[in-house]
């Protein structure tokens, strides 16, 4: 099962609002509910922020947002803020196993 | 606290065994599916292999399967991998992961709420 497609790097000023794409196709996004996207910051373990598609896990910030359309999965990040800079991972259940994004980083200019 | 502490990492050679350990605690383990899910240097996650709550499923990434093993025992709250066949490629650092979900009775990744910090394997001669 190959990886999902994320765009290498994203950025954004303090306040707006970055969208970061994920990929896959109809056996693993475009098939299932589960998508899910994780932040990892340098150093640290990988951390949940949506699960299905769209919910966010208790403690994460509303300014963080999760969609679906297709086999295309978006993470939306709204009033940027300096801590929201790490790299972001999508993931996907699929027909087979679980895949992973190739991941984003996301830079807070 | 859910804490997750992975152990057993370390410098091997090509060809060689190595098993690693995941110890948990504060949450009910045998209520959940866990998974292993690696980050070579610089790179990517990558899911390696889950198992359900019972041990009644399990699964893994097509790069590891036939080498690598997960198994757990929940008596002891404790998730294993047992790495054979090591190739340099399988250097990374090893993540135990739980799964979002209470009695899922799924090996394949949906969600996972809680990770550990990870346990560094290097593969080299």
């Known amino acids: 099962q190959s990886a999902l497609t994320q765009p290498p790097s994203a950025s954004g000023s303090p306040g707006q609002s970055v969208t970061i794409s994920c990929t896959g196709t109809?056996?693993?996004?475009?098939?299932?509910?589960?998508v899910s996207w994780y932040q990892q910051h340098p150093g640290k373990a990988p951390k949940l922020m949506i699960y299905?598609?769209?919910k966010r896990p208790s403690g994460v910030p509303d300014r963080f947002s999760g969609s679906k359309s297709g086999n295309t999965a978006s993470l939306t990040v709204s009033g940027l803020q300096a801590e929201d800079e790490a790299d972001y991972y999508c993931?996907?259940?699929?027909?087979?196993?679980?895949?992973f994004g190739g991941g984003t980083r996301l830079t807070v200019l | 606290e859910v804490q997750l502490v992975e152990s057993g990492g370390g410098l091997v050679q090509p060809g060689r065994s190595l098993r690693l350990s995941c110890a948990a605690s504060?949450?009910?383990?045998?209520?959940?599916?866990m998974h292993w899910v690696r980050q070579a240097p610089g790179k990517g996650l990558e899911w390696v292999s889950g198992?359900?709550?019972?041990?009644?499923?399990?699964?893994?990434a097509d790069s590891v399967k036939g080498r690598f093993t997960i198994s757990r025992d929940n008596a002891k709250n404790s998730l294993y991998l047992q790495m054979s066949s090591l190739r340099t490629e399988d250097t990374a650092l090893y993540y135990c992961?739980?799964?979002?979900?209470f009695g899922s009775g799924s090996y394949r990744l949906r969600a996972a709420d809680y990770w550990g910090r990870g346990t560094l394997v290097t593969v080299s001669s």
């Open positions: 993931s996907s259940y699929g027909i087979s196993n679980g895949v």
């Open positions: 109809s056996s693993d996004v475009g098939g299932y509910k589960y």
């Open positions: 299905e598609v769209s």
């Open positions: 504060g949450f009910s383990f045998d209520d959940y599916d």
């Open positions: 198992i359900t709550w019972n041990s009644g499923s399990i699964g893994y």
């Open positions: 992961a739980k799964d979002f979900y």
